[in-house]
């Protein structure tokens, strides 16, 4: 990718528990990528033409693609690389969303608003969701479908960019299991990290997608640079749930930093 420098996080397991959780970690990973990228030659330059979707530009249509495709939003996916994905799946059960259209938005969805999440500005659409805000403003149901999948990790960053609330959002947001009781613990056993100020999203990647899992970057600005995290979201129980990590690791591991948005969907309401 042009003028990017990408690589996975440098931090150690001392600091590792101390942001076990995004709404410390990503502020905590920027000022080290960030000072990396500014003061330290690249190590790896990945090049590509891809350019940042105009978010105000409504969407061509786009060819699905099948389970586990790395996915570049500015190639063509081969139409015999289908497995049928980009049919409509029926309305799930306690939730009213239709699946709706399977291919993977390679251009901006455009939401019906934006709106404040924990100060986050997040996106909401009749379509893709959220279909249901709970009292503590957790927002859930999202379509099963990758838009969907990118309108639940908008929400899910907002969700745990707030501290005071984060181990009743762990257990709505992660995906249940004992890695998930792993996570919960940790938080559980450490300071409050509230001073920390966590940035707006600037546009996303995805990686691969399927039709239960969708792996996809979030990018945000830093400074004069962006950095990004990865979320895994796995369809369950009717809804998007944030793969937690394995470790040590903290949530959104691997880091990377990026001197741009290329290669990136560019979606952002600020």
């Known amino acids: 990718m042009s003028g990017t420098n990408e690589q996975q996080s440098p931090f150690g397991r001392g600091f590792l528990a101390a942001c076990i959780v995004v709404g410390a970690v990503i502020l905590c990973a920027a000022t080290l990528l960030i000072a990396n990228l500014t003061s330290a030659e690249p190590t790896a330059v990945e090049t590509t033409p891809a350019t940042p979707a105009d978010p105000v530009t409504p969407a061509d249509p786009v060819t699905p693609v099948a389970a586990a495709t790395p996915v570049d939003p500015a190639t063509p996916v081969d139409p015999a690389a289908s497995t049928g994905s980009a049919q409509s799946r029926q309305p799930s059960a306690g939730c009213h969303l239709p699946g709706g259209d399977q291919s993977i938005p390679s251009k901006a969805p455009i939401p019906d608003s934006w709106e404040v999440s924990r100060r986050i500005?997040?996106?909401?659409?009749?379509?893709?969701?959220?279909?249901?805000?709970?009292?503590?403003?957790?927002?859930?149901?999202?379509?099963?479908?990758?838009?969907?999948?990118?309108y639940a990790a908008y929400s899910a960053y907002a969700a745990i960019a707030d501290q005071s609330v984060i181990v009743s959002t762990a257990r709505k947001l992660m995906l249940p299991g004992p890695?998930?009781?792993?996570l919960i613990r940790k938080v559980q056993a450490q300071s409050s990290t509230s001073g920390y100020t966590t940035p707006q999203l600037g546009g996303y990647r995805i990686i691969d997608a399927g039709p239960d899992r969708v792996t996809l970057m979030l990018a945000m600005p830093v400074e004069s640079a962006y950095m990004s995290l990865n979320f895994t979201l796995v369809w369950h129980d009717n809804d998007w749930r944030l793969q937690p990590p394995s470790g040590d690791e903290p949530v959104g591991a691997p880091y990377a930093q990026h001197r741009d948005l290329s290669g990136f969907v560019t979606w952002s309401g600020v």
């Open 179 to 182: 890695a998930t009781d792993a």
């Open 121 to 150: 500005v997040v996106p909401r659409s009749t379509t893709y969701g959220p279909a249901g805000t709970d009292s503590d403003g957790f927002r859930r149901c999202f379509a099963h479908s990758p838009t969907g999948a990118v």
